[in-house]
């Protein structure tokens, strides 16, 4: 009885003891937020080649506001609003510099100055830069506000910080703001636009600092108006100067609203309502640490770890939320609405992510995916009654291609986000794929859709896009609803694919509306022929029969490989580029995965690094993160809307990835062993480059062998999914 009783005591106690240890472990300080923050470019001009679009500043997990400085415009300070990875200029909105001294010329637009920054800590949940006056800045953020602490030097005497409130990265049609006291200001400006497309979004905002300024002013153009306290205007903002003799630290809080000022004010009061900048710093790590733990990596170097961190935490950046405390949004139809009993999300880049994000965070995050699903949803029937591609606030801008959000929905519900309206979704879904005058808001779902379902064939990369949207609302109506009359149509208009093929090249190649043939180099949307060929991930095998066979097929991807850094028009592979994330893995499906094992971690070291210009391309929203994580852990989603994965090498000796209702141990990884020997699923041999996501979903155990010769026979007796 007591031996029985000690014995409990002894397993309780190492149970605490390894949830105290987890908990203890500081996953926010393993992330590097600087990764991607620059390109590769040579001088200022080409900034944005093979750059990240990243920003290194305060966020939480999808939370509202991101307290940054920016990819675009670096110098202006510190912003309130900016989207991860995002390839255009955005948001942007309240620019916040300190500056030495008092306020006498007008900062006009806030691009004039040069703070030097030099960063002190750059972490999930936190940022510290200190600039050449040696005022150092702290940043840090709830749901939907933020905090800031500068601290000025003992040797100034005055000190100011200023803030754009008629600013952001684009142009603005109309601001207002008013300074309420010597220690506030309130107001609300438009978002400008983003790539192109005018956004109908405002911000409203209150702020406020912890000690009353010695004299307060506005700016607007060349003009400084001191003792002002209204501006109405674009290209206007406001500055408080404080006496910081004896090094002032000065406190600042911010919230925010798309819905009106009063919500901003009760925003701030409920998330922000004190002068505790280590509370709201500490709950942010926290916050932080209780996501990036659902996968703990060890084995690794600490620069491979800090990027497999960096990665992650960039894939729970967006979708985020969009209501406010009180549950009111701005919907797609411009309205307030309120969201009773979830969130409401918004920052939707569908055609970047249903390919490697949606899957990470409905794996990891179902509750909060079920809500972004459910708020899709929302924004269609609000819209139009059709899907949108991409989002941004209230925002349809109609950006990129195809149909990605129905492949999207498809594919959060296959991998475990599954609380939503799953018949509303499939008659969205079918609205968009069957109407050719569908919309969302002023956006056509599917443009071309007339001459896509008469002839069964269009522009090429677009029709691609609708073809893996048509496969995934095939699994969708199947395993969703039990809809196999849906499933089989469906799957039918998926292989429209063939349409495009052109014997006599053995290319994917456009076609004019009366069949004939366009130039094989036309039609391709930011890639080229050679890199849309392989977008058929759900029937490889039919796009490899067809062109000759494993072995064609096989020399045909080693010389695409030849390269690993395309531009967009250029003939090889774009490791920074959407439509060629699967293609590493379709070695698979020929004779030789070992091929596949070595290539990935070519790229992984190749591609990627722990600099700030580490990345290859766009993060867009966390879907470049995405690919780095899966290809990390050995498993990647090749096919959208099939639950399961492509297996390459890991790169940890140990990975436990923490699921709703499992843990997933992967053992056996290496950053330097590239090829797979042999395989195991509990203790069972695994002679497969597939495996399903049902076998993982409730707990499984993967024992890795590698080494560094390939085997190359593991992995070509089971032939992995494809579907005709």
Same mark, same amino acid.
């Given at each position: ?91 942007? !909105? *309240? ?43 702290? *940043? ?51 978002? #400008?636009?983003?790539?192109?497309? =005018? ?7 209150? =702020? ?20 002002? +306290? ?14 910081? &003799? ?8 911010? %919230? ?33 640490? +209780? ?35 009180? %549950? ?35 794996? *990891? ?11 899709? *949803? ?53 609205? #968009? ?58 799957? +039918? ?24 043939? &366009? ?29 000759? #066979? ?47 094992? =070595? ?11 722990? &600099? ?9 929203? #966390? ?81 890795? +062998?590698?080494?560094?010769?390939? !085997? ?13």
């Amino acid at each position: 009885m007591w031996t029985k009783k000690i014995m409990w005591l002894l397993v309780g106690g190492a149970i605490v003891s390894q949830q105290n240890a987890l908990a203890q472990e500081n996953y926010a300080q393993k992330v590097n937020t600087r990764i991607g923050i620059q390109g590769k470019g040579a001088n200022a001009n080409e900034a944005y080649l093979e750059a990240g679009y990243t920003f290194p500043g305060a966020m939480l997990p999808f939370g509202m506001v991101q307290f940054t400085p920016t990819f675009f415009h670096p110098n202006k300070g510190f912003v309130i609003n900016q989207m991860s990875g995002a390839g255009c200029e955005h948001m942007g !909105n *309240l620019p916040l510099l300190p500056l030495a001294g008092e306020v006498t010329v007008s900062p006009k637009d806030m691009l004039g100055f040069k703070p030097e920054f030099k960063v002190k800590n750059a972490y999930a949940g936190f940022y510290e830069a200190v600039d050449k006056d040696a005022i150092n800045s702290s *940043l840090a953020v709830t749901m939907r506000t933020g905090a800031g602490q500068f601290n000025f030097p003992t040797n100034l005497n005055k000190g100011s910080i200023i803030i754009g409130t008629g600013l952001n990265a684009t142009t603005m049609k109309e601001a207002n703001v008013k300074i309420t006291s010597n220690s506030s200001f309130e107001g609300f400006a438009d978002g #400008g636009s983003f790539c192109g497309t =005018a956004v109908s979004y405002r911000i409203y905002f209150v =702020a406020q600092f912890n000690t009353e300024a010695t004299s307060v002013g506005t700016w607007e153009g060349d003009k400084v108006k001191k003792g002002n +306290k209204l501006e109405n205007k674009p290209g206007t903002g406001v500055y408080f100067t404080f006496d910081t &003799k004896g090094g002032k630290s000065i406190k600042y809080k911010v %919230g925010i609203s798309y819905v009106s000022l009063a919500n901003a004010k009760q925003n701030l009061k409920a998330e922000n309502p004190n002068w505790d900048f280590e509370k709201i710093k500490n709950n942010a790590v926290a916050a932080w640490n +209780k996501q990036l733990s659902k996968i703990e990596v060890s084995g690794g170097s600490a620069d491979h770890t800090t990027q497999f961190y960096s990665h992650l935490y960039r894939t729970m950046a967006h979708p985020n939320v969009f209501n406010d405390v009180n %549950g009111d949004y701005v919907g797609g139809d411009d309205k307030v609405h309120n969201a009773k009993g979830f969130n409401y999300y918004t920052a939707y880049s569908n055609w970047d992510t249903y390919r490697t994000q949606t899957q990470l965070i409905s794996m *990891l995050a179902p509750k909060e995916t079920s809500d972004m699903m459910k708020s899709m *949803l929302l924004f269609a029937e609000q819209s139009g009654g059709s899907f949108p591609r991409w989002v941004l606030n209230s925002t349809e801008t109609g950006i990129m291609q195809g149909d990605p959000t129905a492949a999207m929905v498809s594919v959060a519900y296959s991998f475990g986000a599954t609380d939503f309206d799953t018949k509303k979704a499939l008659q969205i879904m079918k609205k #968009g794929a069957e109407d050719p005058t569908a919309k969302s808001q002023d956006q056509l779902t599917r443009p071309f859709l007339k001459q896509y379902l008469e002839k069964g064939y269009m522009n090429a990369s677009m029709m691609l896009e609708y073809t893996t949207a048509d496969f995934a609302i095939a699994t969708f109506a199947k395993k969703a609803l039990g809809d196999h009359q849906t499933y089989a149509e469906y799957l +039918k208009r998926a292989q429209n694919w063939k349409n495009l093929y052109r014997p006599e090249t053995k290319w994917l190649n456009s076609r004019n509306e009366d069949g004939s043939w &366009k130039k094989h180099d036309e039609d391709w949307r930011e890639a080229s022929y050679k890199n849309y060929f392989w977008m058929i991930p759900y029937n490889l095998k039919g796009l490899i029969d067809t062109i000759g #066979g494993k072995e064609f097929a096989e020399k045909r991807l080693d010389e695409f490989f030849v390269r690993l850094d395309a531009s967009y028009h250029q003939e090889w592979f774009a490791a920074g580029n959407e439509p060629d994330f699967q293609v590493p893995w379709i070695y698979n499906w020929t004779n030789s995965p070992f091929k596949t094992q =070595a290539l990935v971690k070519r790229i992984i070291k190749e591609q990627y690094s722990n &600099k700030n210009n580490g990345l290859p391309g766009n993060d867009d929203l #966390g879907a470049m993160g995405a690919w780095y994580v899966f290809a990390n852990m050995g498993l990647y989603p090749v096919i959208p809307g099939v639950a399961g994965f492509s297996v390459n090498s890991p790169s940890f000796s140990h990975i436990k990835l923490h699921l709703k209702n499992g843990t997933v141990e992967i053992n056996g990884g290496g950053e330097q062993l590239p090829y797979i020997q042999s395989l195991q699923m509990d203790g069972k041999p695994l002679n497969s480059t597939w495996i399903d996501w049902d076998q993982l979903k409730n707990g499984a155990k993967l024992n890795f +062998k590698l080494a560094d010769q390939p !085997n190359q026979t593991w992995g070509t007796t089971v032939a992995p999914p494809s579907f005709n």
